[in-house]
């Protein structure tokens, strides 16, 4: 009896489990975009699927009717490892810094660059569907830096 509901119980554990597998790296959800309102301005992202496996992103702070975008971000998969790579307005000369995935557990993203200054990591929490906590800090060299995002989807 225990071989029979074995060979029952594995193949559709199997299954589950890659499911669960090809659910990795989809970053649908953040597709949209995100504000964090901070009195009369605030700052959000904007992200979209520029192509399959591929979502970008362009940051954004906002006072009364005036924008201004200072970052853009790509978020794809390079050599089978996910990359956040992020070009900063006056940052870096302007060049593009990449920092890899390194976990992604429970709607938790965590992306780390520990060679890079400031910040080493970059964390992005799904709380609900429109509602994501991200953060900066810099990793376990540098603790007590870091910054947290509360944005709000807005469409």
């Not at 009717?65 to 490892?81: C, F, H, I, M, N």
């Amino acid at each position: 009896m225990n071989k029979v509901l074995f060979i029952l119980v594995l193949p559709f554990q199997l299954f589950l489990s890659s499911c669960q597998q090809e659910k990795k790296g989809d970053f649908s959800w953040l597709e949209g975009t995100w504000v964090m309102k901070d009195g009369p301005g605030g700052m959000g992202e904007t992200w979209i699927q520029s192509d399959p496996g591929v979502w970008e992103a362009r940051s954004f702070s906002f006072r009364s009717t005036d924008t201004s975008y200072y970052e853009t971000v790509r978020l794809a998969k390079l050599q089978g490892r996910w990359n956040y790579t992020v070009t900063s307005v006056g940052q870096n000369q302007n060049k593009p810094v990449a920092f890899t995935l390194t976990s992604e557990d429970h709607q938790i993203y965590i992306f780390e660059n520990p060679a890079h200054d400031f910040p080493k990591r970059i964390i992005y929490r799904l709380i609900k569907p429109d509602s994501i906590h991200a953060s900066i800090d810099g990793g376990k060299q540098l603790t007590g830096q870091e910054q947290h995002f509360y944005y709000n989807r807005i469409k």
